[in-house]
Protein backbone atom coordinates (compact mmCIF):
# COMPACT_ATOMS: atom_id res chain seq x y z
CA UNK A 1 0.00 0.00 0.00
CA UNK A 2 1.30 3.64 -0.66
CA UNK A 3 3.08 4.97 2.40
CA UNK A 4 4.65 8.85 2.77
CA UNK A 5 6.99 10.42 5.14
CA UNK A 6 6.78 12.97 7.70
CA UNK A 7 9.69 14.32 9.86
CA UNK A 8 7.38 15.84 12.69
CA UNK A 9 3.85 15.00 13.68
CA UNK A 10 2.44 18.56 14.59
CA UNK A 11 1.98 19.68 10.61
CA UNK A 12 0.32 16.58 9.82
CA UNK A 13 -2.14 16.89 13.11
CA UNK A 14 -2.69 20.48 12.30
CA UNK A 15 -3.78 19.64 8.82
CA UNK A 16 -6.25 17.32 10.23
CA UNK A 17 -7.39 19.69 13.01
CA UNK A 18 -8.06 22.06 10.16
CA UNK A 19 -10.77 19.51 8.42
CA UNK A 20 -12.49 17.93 10.93
CA UNK A 21 -12.66 17.46 14.63
CA UNK A 22 -9.58 15.76 15.99
CA UNK A 23 -9.14 13.57 18.94
CA UNK A 24 -5.80 12.56 20.07
CA UNK A 25 -4.21 10.57 22.95
CA UNK A 26 -3.06 12.47 26.12
CA UNK A 27 -1.59 10.58 29.01
CA UNK A 28 -3.28 10.27 32.16
CA UNK A 29 -1.65 8.63 35.13
CA UNK A 30 -0.62 5.10 33.82
CA UNK A 31 -2.71 5.48 30.82
CA UNK A 32 -3.73 7.16 27.76
CA UNK A 33 -7.45 8.93 26.98
CA UNK A 34 -8.35 10.56 24.01
CA UNK A 35 -8.79 14.40 24.43
CA UNK A 36 -9.86 16.81 21.83
CA UNK A 37 -6.87 18.23 19.76
CA UNK A 38 -5.29 21.61 20.94
CA UNK A 39 -2.97 23.20 18.02
CA UNK A 40 -1.66 25.27 20.73
CA UNK A 41 -0.61 23.36 23.37
CA UNK A 42 3.35 23.37 23.91
CA UNK A 43 3.78 19.64 23.47
CA UNK A 44 2.51 17.99 20.06
CA UNK A 45 0.82 14.71 20.77
CA UNK A 46 2.89 12.13 21.17
CA UNK A 47 1.88 8.56 19.63
CA UNK A 48 0.59 6.25 21.97
CA UNK A 49 2.75 3.17 22.83
CA UNK A 50 -0.58 1.18 23.64
CA UNK A 51 -4.26 1.20 22.97
CA UNK A 52 -5.98 3.94 24.63
CA UNK A 53 -7.97 3.06 27.59
CA UNK A 54 -11.10 4.56 26.19
CA UNK A 55 -13.09 1.92 24.10
CA UNK A 56 -13.36 3.25 20.31
CA UNK A 57 -17.31 2.69 20.88
CA UNK A 58 -17.56 5.71 22.73
CA UNK A 59 -17.08 7.78 19.44
CA UNK A 60 -19.90 5.51 17.63
CA UNK A 61 -21.88 4.31 20.22
CA UNK A 62 -22.02 6.64 23.00
CA UNK A 63 -22.95 6.40 26.76
CA UNK A 64 -25.92 8.05 26.23
CA UNK A 65 -28.14 9.05 23.01
CA UNK A 66 -31.30 10.50 21.78
CA UNK A 67 -33.39 7.21 20.08
CA UNK A 68 -36.51 8.19 18.94
CA UNK A 69 -38.85 11.59 20.10
CA UNK A 70 -42.03 10.99 20.42
CA UNK A 71 -44.61 12.00 18.39
CA UNK A 72 -43.10 13.37 16.29
CA UNK A 73 -40.47 11.73 14.30
CA UNK A 74 -37.05 14.16 14.10
CA UNK A 75 -33.79 13.35 12.50
CA UNK A 76 -30.77 12.57 14.77
CA UNK A 77 -28.37 15.73 15.49
CA UNK A 78 -26.15 16.24 12.68
CA UNK A 79 -22.27 14.23 12.98
CA UNK A 80 -19.77 16.36 11.66
CA UNK A 81 -16.51 14.29 10.43
CA UNK A 82 -14.72 13.82 13.19
CA UNK A 83 -11.17 11.95 12.97
CA UNK A 84 -9.35 10.11 15.93
CA UNK A 85 -5.18 9.66 15.72
CA UNK A 86 -3.88 6.52 18.23
CA UNK A 87 -6.20 4.01 17.27
CA UNK A 88 -4.50 0.40 17.18
CA UNK A 89 -5.28 -2.68 15.73
CA UNK A 90 -7.95 -3.79 18.32
CA UNK A 91 -9.44 -0.86 18.17
CA UNK A 92 -9.85 -1.32 14.52
CA UNK A 93 -10.70 -4.86 14.84
CA UNK A 94 -13.68 -3.86 17.83
CA UNK A 95 -15.54 -1.72 15.25
CA UNK A 96 -15.33 -4.78 13.04
CA UNK A 97 -17.34 -6.56 15.27
CA UNK A 98 -19.69 -3.62 16.16
CA UNK A 99 -20.23 -2.97 12.70
CA UNK A 100 -21.63 -6.62 12.40
CA UNK A 101 -23.88 -6.05 15.20
CA UNK A 102 -25.25 -2.48 14.66
CA UNK A 103 -24.56 -2.47 10.64
CA UNK A 104 -26.10 -5.92 9.52
CA UNK A 105 -28.20 -6.21 6.86
CA UNK A 106 -31.62 -6.72 8.85
CA UNK A 107 -31.81 -4.19 11.41
CA UNK A 108 -29.43 -0.98 10.78
CA UNK A 109 -28.81 1.18 13.37
CA UNK A 110 -28.53 4.97 11.93
CA UNK A 111 -27.23 7.07 14.81
CA UNK A 112 -24.32 4.53 14.79
CA UNK A 113 -24.02 4.38 10.51
CA UNK A 114 -24.02 8.09 10.76
CA UNK A 115 -21.08 8.24 12.91
CA UNK A 116 -18.80 5.60 11.50
CA UNK A 117 -19.31 7.11 7.93
CA UNK A 118 -18.29 10.24 9.55
CA UNK A 119 -15.02 8.77 11.09
CA UNK A 120 -11.72 9.53 9.87
CA UNK A 121 -9.54 6.64 11.77
CA UNK A 122 -5.59 7.20 11.91
CA UNK A 123 -4.11 4.06 13.06
CA UNK A 124 -1.02 4.05 15.10
CA UNK A 125 1.72 0.95 15.52
CA UNK A 126 2.37 -0.04 19.35
CA UNK A 127 5.66 -0.20 19.84
CA UNK A 128 5.78 -1.79 23.53
CA UNK A 129 2.33 -3.26 24.09
CA UNK A 130 1.03 -2.95 27.91
CA UNK A 131 1.30 -6.22 30.26
CA UNK A 132 -2.39 -6.82 30.47
CA UNK A 133 -2.22 -6.84 26.15
CA UNK A 134 -3.52 -10.61 24.65
CA UNK A 135 -4.32 -9.94 21.22
CA UNK A 136 -2.18 -12.19 20.00
CA UNK A 137 -4.41 -14.89 21.00
CA UNK A 138 -7.03 -13.80 19.25
CA UNK A 139 -4.97 -13.14 16.14
CA UNK A 140 -4.42 -9.41 16.25
CA UNK A 141 -1.16 -7.70 15.91
CA UNK A 142 0.39 -4.95 16.92
CA UNK A 143 0.18 -3.21 14.24
CA UNK A 144 -2.96 -2.69 11.76
CA UNK A 145 -3.52 -4.03 8.16
CA UNK A 146 -6.36 -2.78 6.98
CA UNK A 147 -9.70 -0.71 8.60
CA UNK A 148 -7.64 2.55 8.92
CA UNK A 149 -7.65 5.68 6.26
CA UNK A 150 -4.31 6.66 7.34
CA UNK A 151 -1.72 4.25 9.72
CA UNK A 152 1.04 5.78 11.08
CA UNK A 153 4.33 4.13 12.52
CA UNK A 154 7.08 5.85 14.29
CA UNK A 155 10.44 5.24 13.04
CA UNK A 156 13.98 7.00 13.45
CA UNK A 157 13.91 10.59 12.56
CA UNK A 158 9.73 10.51 11.82
CA UNK A 159 6.79 8.98 11.01
CA UNK A 160 5.94 6.55 8.13
CA UNK A 161 2.26 7.33 6.90
CA UNK A 162 0.10 4.39 5.31
CA UNK A 163 -2.68 4.68 3.11
CA UNK A 164 -5.93 2.91 3.85
CA UNK A 165 -8.44 3.58 2.07
CA UNK A 166 -9.90 6.56 -0.64
CA UNK A 167 -10.20 9.05 1.91
CA UNK A 168 -7.16 8.65 3.28
CA UNK A 169 -5.57 8.48 -0.01
CA UNK A 170 -7.79 12.18 -0.60
CA UNK A 171 -6.20 13.51 2.55
CA UNK A 172 -2.46 13.06 1.80
CA UNK A 173 -2.79 14.19 -1.87
CA UNK A 174 -4.49 17.20 -0.76
CA UNK A 175 -1.57 18.03 1.79
CA UNK A 176 1.13 16.43 -0.91
CA UNK A 177 3.41 19.79 0.42
CA UNK A 178 3.67 18.26 4.06
CA UNK A 179 4.88 14.46 3.06
CA UNK A 180 7.69 13.56 1.22
CA UNK A 181 8.70 9.87 -0.57
CA UNK A 182 9.73 7.20 2.48
CA UNK A 183 13.43 5.99 2.36
CA UNK A 184 13.39 2.74 1.60
CA UNK A 185 15.26 1.98 5.30
CA UNK A 186 13.02 3.66 7.02
CA UNK A 187 9.96 1.00 5.81
CA UNK A 188 12.21 -1.82 6.31
CA UNK A 189 13.05 -0.32 10.13
CA UNK A 190 9.28 -0.28 10.48
CA UNK A 191 8.60 -3.92 9.72
CA UNK A 192 11.12 -4.76 11.88
CA UNK A 193 10.11 -3.01 14.47
CA UNK A 194 6.53 -4.57 13.83
CA UNK A 195 7.85 -8.11 14.14
CA UNK A 196 10.00 -7.66 17.42
CA UNK A 197 6.64 -6.20 18.76
CA UNK A 198 4.93 -9.39 17.92
CA UNK A 199 7.34 -11.32 18.74
CA UNK A 200 6.96 -9.89 22.66
CA UNK A 201 3.08 -9.76 22.31
CA UNK A 202 3.82 -13.86 21.55
CA UNK A 203 5.87 -14.97 23.91
CA UNK A 204 4.10 -13.20 26.62
CA UNK A 205 1.36 -14.55 25.61
CA UNK A 206 2.37 -18.49 25.43
CA UNK A 207 0.20 -19.57 27.57
CA UNK A 208 -3.16 -18.82 25.60
CA UNK A 209 -2.34 -20.70 23.08
CA UNK A 210 -4.77 -23.92 23.65
CA UNK A 211 -4.70 -27.14 21.76
CA UNK A 212 -8.60 -27.24 22.09
CA UNK A 213 -10.12 -23.98 19.88
CA UNK A 214 -11.36 -21.56 22.52
CA UNK A 215 -14.51 -21.86 21.78
CA UNK A 216 -15.01 -25.40 22.20
CA UNK A 217 -13.23 -25.09 25.88
CA UNK A 218 -15.68 -22.24 26.42
CA UNK A 219 -18.81 -24.05 25.35
CA UNK A 220 -18.03 -27.40 27.49
CA UNK A 221 -17.43 -25.13 30.76
CA UNK A 222 -21.30 -24.94 31.79
CA UNK A 223 -21.12 -27.14 34.44
CA UNK A 224 -17.98 -25.42 35.52
CA UNK A 225 -17.21 -23.91 39.23
CA UNK A 226 -14.67 -21.33 37.60
CA UNK A 227 -17.59 -18.75 37.74
CA UNK A 228 -18.76 -19.00 41.06
CA UNK A 229 -15.45 -18.69 42.44
CA UNK A 230 -14.37 -15.52 40.32
CA UNK A 231 -17.64 -13.97 41.52
CA UNK A 232 -16.64 -14.23 45.02
CA UNK A 233 -14.14 -11.04 43.71
CA UNK A 234 -16.47 -9.45 41.73
CA UNK A 235 -17.88 -6.03 43.35
CA UNK A 236 -20.44 -5.42 40.71
CA UNK A 237 -19.03 -2.10 39.42
CA UNK A 238 -19.52 -2.76 35.09
CA UNK A 239 -16.13 -1.51 34.74
CA UNK A 240 -15.27 -4.36 32.44
CA UNK A 241 -18.47 -4.22 30.45
CA UNK A 242 -18.25 -0.44 29.86
CA UNK A 243 -14.14 -0.37 29.06
CA UNK A 244 -14.84 -3.37 26.64
CA UNK A 245 -14.48 -1.82 23.36
CA UNK A 246 -16.79 -5.02 21.90
CA UNK A 247 -19.76 -5.44 24.80
CA UNK A 248 -22.73 -3.60 23.33
CA UNK A 249 -25.24 -3.92 25.66
CA UNK A 250 -27.88 -1.27 25.67
CA UNK A 251 -30.99 -0.19 27.84
CA UNK A 252 -33.99 1.72 26.45
CA UNK A 253 -35.99 4.03 28.78
CA UNK A 254 -38.59 6.86 28.29
CA UNK A 255 -38.44 10.45 29.54
CA UNK A 256 -40.69 13.25 29.42
CA UNK A 257 -39.23 16.56 28.38
CA UNK A 258 -41.53 20.10 28.83
CA UNK A 259 -43.12 19.51 24.96
CA UNK A 260 -42.08 15.58 23.79
CA UNK A 261 -41.21 12.20 25.22
CA UNK A 262 -38.69 10.67 24.27
CA UNK A 263 -36.85 7.19 23.77
CA UNK A 264 -33.20 7.35 25.42
CA UNK A 265 -30.43 4.76 24.58
CA UNK A 266 -27.58 3.98 27.40
CA UNK A 267 -25.04 1.55 27.84
CA UNK A 268 -26.20 -1.27 30.12
CA UNK A 269 -24.42 -4.26 31.29
CA UNK A 270 -25.07 -8.03 31.73
CA UNK A 271 -22.90 -7.76 34.98
CA UNK A 272 -26.04 -5.95 36.15
CA UNK A 273 -28.21 -8.11 38.38
CA UNK A 274 -31.51 -6.63 37.20
CA UNK A 275 -30.14 -6.97 33.56
CA UNK A 276 -31.97 -10.41 32.29
CA UNK A 277 -34.94 -9.93 35.11
CA UNK A 278 -39.14 -10.01 33.42
CA UNK A 279 -41.58 -7.81 35.24
CA UNK A 280 -43.04 -10.78 36.96
CA UNK A 281 -39.79 -11.23 38.53
CA UNK A 282 -37.69 -14.16 36.97
CA UNK A 283 -34.53 -13.93 35.92
CA UNK A 284 -32.05 -16.35 33.89
CA UNK A 285 -29.31 -15.46 35.84
CA UNK A 286 -30.06 -13.86 39.43
CA UNK A 287 -26.87 -15.65 40.48
CA UNK A 288 -23.38 -13.23 39.93
CA UNK A 289 -21.26 -16.64 38.80
CA UNK A 290 -23.80 -17.03 35.91
CA UNK A 291 -23.67 -13.57 34.52
CA UNK A 292 -19.84 -14.06 34.45
CA UNK A 293 -20.18 -17.07 32.26
CA UNK A 294 -22.98 -15.67 30.30
CA UNK A 295 -20.53 -13.13 29.04
CA UNK A 296 -17.84 -15.23 28.24
CA UNK A 297 -20.20 -17.41 26.62
CA UNK A 298 -21.38 -14.68 24.74
CA UNK A 299 -17.69 -13.33 23.36
CA UNK A 300 -16.22 -16.57 22.58
CA UNK A 301 -19.33 -18.92 21.90
CA UNK A 302 -22.88 -16.57 20.73
CA UNK A 303 -21.33 -14.10 18.93
CA UNK A 304 -19.03 -16.60 17.24
CA UNK A 305 -22.01 -18.70 16.53
CA UNK A 306 -24.07 -15.88 15.16
CA UNK A 307 -21.46 -13.85 13.15
CA UNK A 308 -18.17 -15.79 12.42
CA UNK A 309 -15.99 -14.05 14.76
CA UNK A 310 -15.18 -13.91 18.76
CA UNK A 311 -16.44 -10.90 20.89
CA UNK A 312 -12.96 -10.16 22.16
CA UNK A 313 -10.09 -8.64 20.65
CA UNK A 314 -7.47 -9.20 23.49
CA UNK A 315 -7.23 -5.85 24.19
CA UNK A 316 -6.86 -6.19 28.11
CA UNK A 317 -8.65 -3.33 29.11
CA UNK A 318 -10.75 -5.59 31.36
CA UNK A 319 -7.96 -6.98 32.91
CA UNK A 320 -6.68 -3.21 33.76
CA UNK A 321 -10.34 -1.97 34.79
CA UNK A 322 -11.57 -4.38 37.24
CA UNK A 323 -11.28 -3.72 40.45
CA UNK A 324 -11.75 -7.38 41.50
CA UNK A 325 -8.27 -8.12 39.48
CA UNK A 326 -9.79 -11.11 37.46
CA UNK A 327 -8.27 -11.70 34.59
CA UNK A 328 -9.73 -13.20 31.69
CA UNK A 329 -6.87 -14.68 30.56
CA UNK A 330 -6.58 -16.49 33.88
CA UNK A 331 -10.59 -17.53 33.56
CA UNK A 332 -9.74 -18.77 30.25
CA UNK A 333 -6.30 -20.89 31.19
CA UNK A 334 -8.86 -22.45 34.06
CA UNK A 335 -11.16 -23.56 31.64
CA UNK A 336 -8.80 -25.06 29.72
CA UNK A 337 -7.36 -26.97 32.66
CA UNK A 338 -10.58 -28.15 33.74
CA UNK A 339 -11.70 -29.17 29.97
CA UNK A 340 -8.02 -31.41 29.92
CA UNK A 341 -8.68 -32.78 33.33
CA UNK A 342 -12.15 -34.03 32.22
CA UNK A 343 -10.87 -35.27 28.93
CA UNK A 344 -8.39 -37.57 30.73
CA UNK A 345 -10.59 -38.94 33.59
CA UNK A 346 -13.17 -39.63 31.01
CA UNK A 347 -10.23 -41.51 28.50
CA UNK A 348 -9.33 -43.70 32.20
CA UNK A 349 -12.98 -44.40 32.05
CA UNK A 350 -13.30 -45.76 28.61
CA UNK A 351 -9.57 -47.90 29.36
CA UNK B 1 -31.06 8.69 7.52
CA UNK B 2 -32.32 5.10 7.54
CA UNK B 3 -35.21 4.08 9.11
CA UNK B 4 -34.69 4.44 12.72
CA UNK B 5 -35.88 1.64 14.13
CA UNK B 6 -36.49 2.88 17.79
CA UNK B 7 -39.14 5.06 16.38
CA UNK B 8 -42.78 3.65 17.81
CA UNK B 9 -45.34 4.60 15.37
CA UNK B 10 -48.49 6.48 17.09
CA UNK B 11 -51.46 4.73 18.25
CA UNK B 12 -54.76 4.80 20.96
CA UNK B 13 -56.31 2.83 23.09
CA UNK B 14 -59.77 2.94 22.11
CA UNK B 15 -61.30 0.20 25.04
CA UNK B 16 -60.16 -1.33 28.12
CA UNK B 17 -61.75 -4.60 29.00
CA UNK B 18 -61.53 -6.06 32.37
CA UNK B 19 -60.30 -10.17 31.71
CA UNK B 20 -59.52 -10.70 35.71
CA UNK B 21 -58.14 -8.80 38.84
CA UNK B 22 -54.93 -8.52 37.46
CA UNK B 23 -55.12 -8.72 33.88
CA UNK B 24 -57.33 -6.27 31.29
CA UNK B 25 -57.33 -5.77 27.37
CA UNK B 26 -56.41 -2.74 25.96
CA UNK B 27 -58.03 -2.35 22.45
CA UNK B 28 -55.21 -0.22 20.24
CA UNK B 29 -55.73 1.81 17.04
CA UNK B 30 -52.61 2.33 15.43
CA UNK B 31 -52.20 5.46 13.52
CA UNK B 32 -50.84 3.75 10.46
CA UNK B 33 -51.42 0.35 9.08
CA UNK B 34 -49.48 -2.01 11.28
CA UNK B 35 -49.75 -5.67 10.57
CA UNK B 36 -48.42 -8.47 12.46
CA UNK B 37 -48.59 -12.52 12.04
CA UNK B 38 -49.63 -14.75 15.03
CA UNK B 39 -47.58 -15.22 17.52
CA UNK B 40 -44.78 -12.34 16.75
CA UNK B 41 -44.65 -9.43 19.59
CA UNK B 42 -44.50 -5.54 19.74
CA UNK B 43 -42.74 -2.90 21.89
CA UNK B 44 -45.53 -0.88 23.40
CA UNK B 45 -44.38 2.85 24.68
CA UNK B 46 -46.57 4.93 27.19
CA UNK B 47 -45.30 7.60 25.97
CA UNK B 48 -42.80 9.10 28.81
CA UNK B 49 -43.06 6.11 31.06
CA UNK B 50 -41.79 2.79 29.53
CA UNK B 51 -42.01 0.30 27.11
CA UNK B 52 -42.61 -3.32 27.76
CA UNK B 53 -43.08 -6.15 25.16
CA UNK B 54 -46.17 -7.90 24.31
CA UNK B 55 -47.65 -10.29 21.64
CA UNK B 56 -51.07 -9.08 20.70
CA UNK B 57 -54.14 -11.50 21.60
CA UNK B 58 -56.23 -10.38 18.28
CA UNK B 59 -56.14 -12.14 15.05
CA UNK B 60 -53.92 -11.06 12.81
CA UNK B 61 -56.71 -10.97 10.41
CA UNK B 62 -58.11 -7.52 12.07
CA UNK B 63 -56.06 -5.19 10.85
CA UNK B 64 -57.54 -1.69 11.87
CA UNK B 65 -57.21 -2.54 15.54
CA UNK B 66 -55.15 -5.08 17.52
CA UNK B 67 -55.97 -6.26 20.94
CA UNK B 68 -53.32 -6.39 24.11
CA UNK B 69 -53.95 -8.24 26.79
CA UNK B 70 -51.93 -6.95 29.83
CA UNK B 71 -51.18 -8.25 33.49
CA UNK B 72 -50.30 -6.18 35.88
CA UNK B 73 -46.90 -6.96 36.80
CA UNK B 74 -44.37 -4.35 36.80
CA UNK B 75 -44.16 -0.58 36.43
CA UNK B 76 -45.16 0.35 33.01
CA UNK B 77 -48.04 -2.80 33.10
CA UNK B 78 -48.90 -1.11 36.23
CA UNK B 79 -48.98 2.33 34.80
CA UNK B 80 -50.92 0.77 31.54
CA UNK B 81 -54.01 -0.46 33.75
CA UNK B 82 -54.30 3.06 35.17
CA UNK B 83 -54.93 4.57 31.99
CA UNK B 84 -58.12 5.43 30.62
CA UNK B 85 -59.59 5.15 27.06
CA UNK B 86 -57.92 7.80 24.60
CA UNK B 87 -54.34 7.38 26.06
CA UNK B 88 -51.83 7.34 22.75
CA UNK B 89 -49.26 5.02 23.31
CA UNK B 90 -46.58 4.04 20.84
CA UNK B 91 -45.78 0.89 18.76
CA UNK B 92 -42.79 -0.89 17.44
CA UNK B 93 -42.44 -3.75 15.83
CA UNK B 94 -43.83 -6.18 14.77
CA UNK B 95 -40.80 -8.41 15.56
CA UNK B 96 -39.44 -12.10 15.84
CA UNK B 97 -40.81 -14.81 14.33
CA UNK B 98 -44.60 -15.96 15.46
CA UNK B 99 -46.27 -19.18 14.78
CA UNK B 100 -45.19 -21.05 11.43
CA UNK B 101 -48.83 -21.62 10.14
CA UNK B 102 -47.80 -23.36 7.05
CA UNK B 103 -46.39 -26.25 9.01
CA UNK B 104 -49.36 -26.99 11.38
CA UNK B 105 -51.69 -27.63 7.83
CA UNK B 106 -52.69 -31.24 7.81
CA UNK B 107 -51.72 -31.92 11.62
CA UNK B 108 -53.60 -32.11 14.99
CA UNK B 109 -52.78 -29.04 17.12
CA UNK B 110 -52.35 -29.55 20.83
CA UNK B 111 -52.27 -26.34 22.54
CA UNK B 112 -51.52 -26.32 26.54
CA UNK B 113 -51.83 -22.94 27.95
CA UNK B 114 -52.38 -20.72 31.46
CA UNK B 115 -52.87 -17.83 33.42
CA UNK B 116 -52.14 -14.62 30.72
CA UNK B 117 -50.28 -16.90 28.65
CA UNK B 118 -53.81 -17.51 27.18
CA UNK B 119 -53.31 -14.32 25.28
CA UNK B 120 -50.79 -15.30 22.49
CA UNK B 121 -53.20 -18.14 22.50
CA UNK B 122 -56.24 -16.14 21.35
CA UNK B 123 -53.97 -14.89 18.57
CA UNK B 124 -53.26 -18.34 17.73
CA UNK B 125 -56.89 -20.28 18.46
CA UNK B 126 -58.87 -17.33 16.45
CA UNK B 127 -56.04 -17.77 13.30
CA UNK B 128 -56.72 -21.74 13.44
CA UNK B 129 -60.29 -21.30 13.91
CA UNK B 130 -60.40 -18.96 10.82
CA UNK B 131 -59.37 -21.74 8.96
CA UNK B 132 -60.40 -24.75 11.01
CA UNK B 133 -60.79 -27.55 8.26
CA UNK B 134 -57.21 -27.63 7.55
CA UNK B 135 -56.74 -28.86 10.49
CA UNK B 136 -56.74 -32.33 12.20
CA UNK B 137 -58.46 -31.25 15.12
CA UNK B 138 -56.87 -28.05 17.73
CA UNK B 139 -56.73 -29.52 20.81
CA UNK B 140 -56.78 -27.03 24.26
CA UNK B 141 -55.80 -27.50 27.57
CA UNK B 142 -56.26 -24.45 29.55
CA UNK B 143 -55.57 -23.58 32.97
CA UNK B 144 -55.63 -20.95 35.41
CA UNK B 145 -55.86 -20.53 39.20
CA UNK B 146 -58.83 -19.54 40.17
CA UNK B 147 -62.45 -19.78 37.94
CA UNK B 148 -62.04 -15.80 38.07
CA UNK B 149 -58.42 -15.51 37.13
CA UNK B 150 -59.45 -17.03 33.02
CA UNK B 151 -59.12 -14.35 30.61
CA UNK B 152 -61.90 -14.42 27.93
CA UNK B 153 -64.42 -16.13 29.86
CA UNK B 154 -67.20 -15.01 27.38
CA UNK B 155 -65.82 -16.51 24.44
CA UNK B 156 -64.11 -19.77 26.72
CA UNK B 157 -66.98 -20.74 28.69
CA UNK B 158 -69.07 -20.88 26.03
CA UNK B 159 -68.44 -19.98 22.56
CA UNK B 160 -65.53 -21.52 21.77
CA UNK B 161 -65.93 -25.00 23.37
CA UNK B 162 -69.26 -25.37 20.62
CA UNK B 163 -66.98 -24.51 17.65
CA UNK B 164 -66.44 -28.17 15.41
CA UNK B 165 -62.97 -29.52 15.08
CA UNK B 166 -62.13 -28.03 18.61
CA UNK B 167 -61.62 -30.20 21.87
CA UNK B 168 -61.35 -27.41 24.47
CA UNK B 169 -60.91 -28.29 28.37
CA UNK B 170 -59.75 -26.30 31.38
CA UNK B 171 -58.70 -26.71 34.77
CA UNK B 172 -58.21 -24.33 37.94
CA UNK B 173 -55.75 -25.30 40.83
CA UNK B 174 -58.25 -23.78 43.11
CA UNK B 175 -61.84 -24.13 42.44
CA UNK B 176 -64.72 -21.46 43.93
CA UNK B 177 -68.73 -22.53 44.43
CA UNK B 178 -69.76 -22.48 40.66
CA UNK B 179 -66.99 -24.10 39.39
CA UNK B 180 -68.20 -27.85 38.06
CA UNK B 181 -64.93 -28.48 35.99
CA UNK B 182 -61.56 -29.76 36.82
CA UNK B 183 -59.67 -29.10 39.53
CA UNK B 184 -55.62 -29.35 39.51
CA UNK B 185 -52.78 -28.51 37.19
CA UNK B 186 -52.83 -27.93 33.31
CA UNK B 187 -51.13 -31.14 33.10
CA UNK B 188 -54.03 -33.18 35.01
CA UNK B 189 -56.35 -32.48 32.13
CA UNK B 190 -53.92 -33.82 29.22
CA UNK B 191 -54.23 -37.10 27.71
CA UNK B 192 -53.03 -38.55 24.30
CA UNK B 193 -55.69 -40.83 23.26
CA UNK B 194 -57.74 -38.90 20.39
CA UNK B 195 -54.18 -37.31 19.16
CA UNK B 196 -52.14 -38.90 16.42
CA UNK B 197 -48.73 -37.70 17.83
CA UNK B 198 -46.91 -38.49 15.14
CA UNK B 199 -49.06 -36.01 13.02
CA UNK B 200 -49.29 -33.29 15.76
CA UNK B 201 -47.59 -30.36 16.89
CA UNK B 202 -47.73 -28.31 20.33
CA UNK B 203 -48.21 -24.94 21.00
CA UNK B 204 -47.24 -23.61 24.90
CA UNK B 205 -47.69 -20.34 26.35
CA UNK B 206 -47.36 -19.97 30.11
CA UNK B 207 -46.01 -19.42 33.26
CA UNK B 208 -42.09 -20.60 33.25
CA UNK B 209 -43.30 -23.84 35.87
CA UNK B 210 -46.36 -24.53 33.88
CA UNK B 211 -44.27 -24.31 30.73
CA UNK B 212 -41.70 -26.76 32.04
CA UNK B 213 -44.37 -29.44 33.17
CA UNK B 214 -46.32 -29.45 30.18
CA UNK B 215 -43.00 -29.72 27.77
CA UNK B 216 -42.36 -32.42 30.00
CA UNK B 217 -45.69 -34.19 29.28
CA UNK B 218 -45.66 -34.24 25.69
CA UNK B 219 -42.22 -35.52 25.88
CA UNK B 220 -43.76 -38.34 27.36
CA UNK B 221 -46.29 -38.46 25.42
CA UNK B 222 -43.92 -38.90 22.29
CA UNK B 223 -44.06 -35.51 20.98
CA UNK B 224 -40.73 -34.56 19.11
CA UNK B 225 -38.97 -31.98 21.13
CA UNK B 226 -38.52 -30.28 17.17
CA UNK B 227 -42.68 -29.98 17.24
CA UNK B 228 -43.11 -28.52 20.46
CA UNK B 229 -43.07 -24.60 20.27
CA UNK B 230 -42.78 -22.59 23.02
CA UNK B 231 -43.59 -18.75 23.52
CA UNK B 232 -40.74 -17.50 25.48
CA UNK B 233 -40.76 -14.66 27.79
CA UNK B 234 -37.81 -12.55 28.20
CA UNK B 235 -36.59 -8.89 29.04
CA UNK B 236 -37.19 -8.11 25.34
CA UNK B 237 -36.04 -4.36 25.15
CA UNK B 238 -34.74 -3.19 21.56
CA UNK B 239 -36.82 -5.76 19.66
CA UNK B 240 -33.73 -5.99 17.10
CA UNK B 241 -31.30 -8.16 18.48
CA UNK B 242 -29.09 -5.48 19.45
CA UNK B 243 -29.27 -4.86 23.29
CA UNK B 244 -29.01 -8.01 24.89
CA UNK B 245 -31.17 -8.14 27.76
CA UNK B 246 -33.42 -11.24 26.56
CA UNK B 247 -30.51 -13.55 25.29
CA UNK B 248 -31.50 -17.55 25.55
CA UNK B 249 -27.94 -18.80 25.14
CA UNK B 250 -27.12 -17.64 21.56
CA UNK B 251 -30.60 -16.93 20.88
CA UNK B 252 -32.07 -13.56 20.68
CA UNK B 253 -35.41 -14.07 21.89
CA UNK B 254 -36.59 -10.82 19.94
CA UNK B 255 -35.42 -11.74 16.67
CA UNK B 256 -34.96 -15.51 16.72
CA UNK B 257 -38.06 -16.09 18.85
CA UNK B 258 -40.33 -15.46 20.62
CA UNK B 259 -41.35 -18.64 19.67
CA UNK B 260 -38.88 -21.31 19.74
CA UNK B 261 -39.27 -25.07 19.46
CA UNK B 262 -37.88 -27.58 22.26
CA UNK B 263 -35.63 -28.88 20.34
CA UNK B 264 -33.86 -25.75 19.67
CA UNK B 265 -33.42 -25.06 23.45
CA UNK B 266 -33.35 -27.86 25.02
CA UNK B 267 -29.69 -27.47 26.06
CA UNK B 268 -29.41 -24.43 27.89
CA UNK B 269 -30.00 -24.29 31.34
CA UNK B 270 -31.69 -21.24 31.97
CA UNK B 271 -34.92 -21.42 29.65
CA UNK B 272 -37.07 -22.11 32.44
CA UNK B 273 -35.91 -19.08 35.17
Same mark, same amino acid.
Given at each position: ?????????? =?????????? &???????????????????????????????????????????????????????????????????????????????????????????????????????????? =????????????? =???????????? $???????? &?????????????????????????????????????????????????????????????????????? $???? &???????????????????? *?? $??????????????????????????????????????????????????????? @?????????????????? @????????????????????? | ??????????????????????????????????????????????????????????????????????????????????????????????? %??????????????????????????????????? *?????????????????????? $????????????? @??????????? %????????????????????????????????????????????????????????????????????????????????? =? @???????????????
Amino acid at each position: MEAVFISKLR =PFLDAVAEEM &ELYVPKKSGDYYIFNRYDPAAEVAAEVNNIRACTPVKEFLFPLRELAAVFPETVEPEDVKPFAIFGLKDCDLRSMEILDKVFAEEEFKDPFYLKRRENMFIISSDCSD =PGESCFCSAFDGR =PYASSGFDLNVA $KVRDGFVI &EVGSEKGKEFVEKHSQLFTEVPGTLLSERDENRSETQKQLEQKNAELEFDTPLKEIVENSQESEVFDVEA $KNCV &ECQACTRICPTCHCFYLYDT *RQ $KDYFAKMKMWDSCMRQAYAEVAGGANPRKVLGDRIKHRLMHKFVYFLDRYGIDMC @VGCGRCIDGCAGEMNIRT @VLKKLSEELKDRGKKKSKVTK | MNENPYQPIAGEITDIIDESPTIKTFVVVPDKEFRFETGQFVELTLPGEGEAPFTPSSSPAETKKMDITIMKAGRVTGLLHQCKKGQKVGIRGPY %GNGYPIADFVGKYIYVVAGGVGLAPMRSLFLTLVD *RIKDFKSVVCRLGARTPQDFIY $KDALFGPWQKIAG @VDMKLTVDEAD %GDWKGNVGVVTTICENKDVDIKNAVAVVCGPPIMMRFATLKLLEFGFAAKDIYLSMEKNMSCGIGKCGHCMLGKYYVCKDG =P @VFTYEQIKDYPDIWD
